[in-house]
């Protein structure tokens, strides 16, 4: 019998809110979390895994690809390769894609899903579009993408760090009640500091056990982690494969910049930064979770975010996101930079737009003016999505930053110039918004 052929190459999907497919619908949610997902920046964020295809990969979004975005990652070496919507009514991509199956098969003969996470579609995805696929079972993502499953990890291994499991109102403000100071509410499900609540007073606390009381009257059941805030003196991920015969591969340790709860970047962690006890913690912790995972039957890419304290102490899991992340998108950014004895970091910068337009082609037209774009040849700044700054008032840049060491809050700063003088004007306090009107010429070294 002849063994089957290999798959040509990887249809790469998302979309990247895939917590909202795996939380169970009877739980309250926590205040803000109701609308974190389904809004046109999120769906958007899914043009990040352009910068994951390789060759002979296509890529499926939820809007169409500008022209000059796929010219613009093609000539900075990223051999990104969409498939043009048949129907760009509908932005929910799944569905979409599961419509259209007979448009989009022939194109995609012979080659394997590689989803952002394990959905319930994606067995769909793959059956109707006839592609290889093999990943851990849907239930095993749903459970192990838990928080309260992470946690009672950590508390197992006796980990700091651990938080309080509640299911109960008279819980919560018990253990809300024994901390001394800001005290966190996380949803399990939660994710980009939308699922994270900070109750600084007794007033805060009683407005959210109104908004949980209205909820478990209406049936919802209440599941929650309380925790204690720590003072930071770094957020830091780790990242991780595990194949399917169990064995792990670490593939790369990042410091990540949080603002409050909300992600803004990350930067390769400075090994000398941290004390050996300290990375050697991080680094068993996260081989022994790894374990974990792969006993409670899951495999495939892994990241998971912990944190130094500003007095020392290591707090080596906050939650493990068993799936594609943010994180994978910064660490192929820097093996690509590494190739061209370059660093890379990821920046997430909100912003807010002047008005409907043509903002990506107005944007990258800047930066090559002032010889700012990266072209795969040298130092620059490269926009890894155009949806996430074109659809609707405010959005998010996205950037890739190829430099050489200590250029990289320049190059962030005179692109923000760029950006403003095209209509796109950062809501971060770092990059106050300059209007330009003269030409820029900065020399990115």
């Keep these: 019998m002849e063994a089957a052929e290999a798959p040509k190459g990887a249809v790469l999907i998302g979309p990247v809110g895939a917590e909202d497919s795996w939380r169970p619908h009877d739980l309250a949610t926590l205040p803000r979390l109701a609308s974190a997902h389904g ?30 975005f796929v010219d613009v990652l093609r000539a900075a070496g990223f051999p990104l390769d969409p498939i043009p919507l048949v129907d ?45 696929y093999v990943a851990p079972p849907v239930e095993c993502a749903i459970l192990v993408n838990s928080k309260t499953w992470s946690n009672q990890v950590v508390r197992r291994y006796g980990w700091k760090g651990a938080a309080w499991p509640v299911t109960s109102l008279a819980e919560l403000e018990r253990r809300v009640s024994e901390e001394r100071s800001v005290v966190l509410l996380k949803d399990p499900y939660g994710v980009s500091g939308q699922g994270t609540v900070a109750i600084r007073s007794e007033t805060a606390y009683r407005s959210v056990a109104r908004h949980f009381t209205r909820q478990i009257a209406r049936g919802k059941r209440l599941e929650l982690l309380v925790q204690p805030r720590f003072e930071k003196r770094r957020d830091i991920s780790s990242h991780w494969r595990i194949s399917q ?36 913690h991080l680094e068993s912790a996260g081989r022994a979770l790894c374990g974990e995972l792969f006993e409670a039957g899951y495999f495939g890419p892994v990241s998971i975010d912990g944190l130094i304290t500003a007095d020392g102490t290591v707090v080596p899991c906050l939650e493990v996101n068993a799936r594609v992340s943010m994180g994978t998108v910064a660490l192929a950014l820097m093996r690509h930079a590494a190739g061209r004895q370059l660093h890379a970091a990821l920046e997430f910068i909100n912003v807010r737009l002047d008005a409907e337009g043509q903002h990506f082609s107005a944007f990258a037209d800047g930066l090559a003016d002032a010889g700012l774009l990266y072209t795969g040849r040298g130092p620059g700044v490269l926009p890894i999505t155009a949806g996430t700054f074109t659809h609707g008032r405010r959005g998010r840049l996205v950037l890739g930053v190829f430099h050489r060491p200590g250029a990289a809050t320049g190059m962030v700063r005179k692109a923000l110039e760029i950006a403003c003088a095209c209509g796109i004007h950062p809501e971060d306090g770092r990059y106050p918004c300059h209007h330009v009107t003269a030409e820029i010429s900065p020399k990115a070294s």
């Design 39 to 68: 809004s046109s920046l999120v769906l958007a964020l899914d043009e990040v895994l352009s910068v994951l295809s390789e060759e002979g990969d296509r890529l499926i979004t939820a809007f169409d690809l500008p022209r000059d």
């Design 88 to 132: 760009s009514s509908s932005h929910d991509v799944v569905a979409r894609t599961l419509a259209l199956a007979d448009a989009v098969r022939p194109q995609v003969a012979g080659m394997m899903l590689k989803p952002y996470a394990a959905r319930p579609e994606c067995e769909r995805i793959a059956s109707a579009l006839r592609l290889a």
């Design 245 to 280: 015969d169990g064995s792990v591969l670490g593939t790369g340790f990042l410091e990540n910049d949080v603002d409050g709860f909300r992600y803004r970047g990350s930067a390769p962690l400075d090994p000398a930064s941290l004390s050996p006890e300290e990375f050697e």
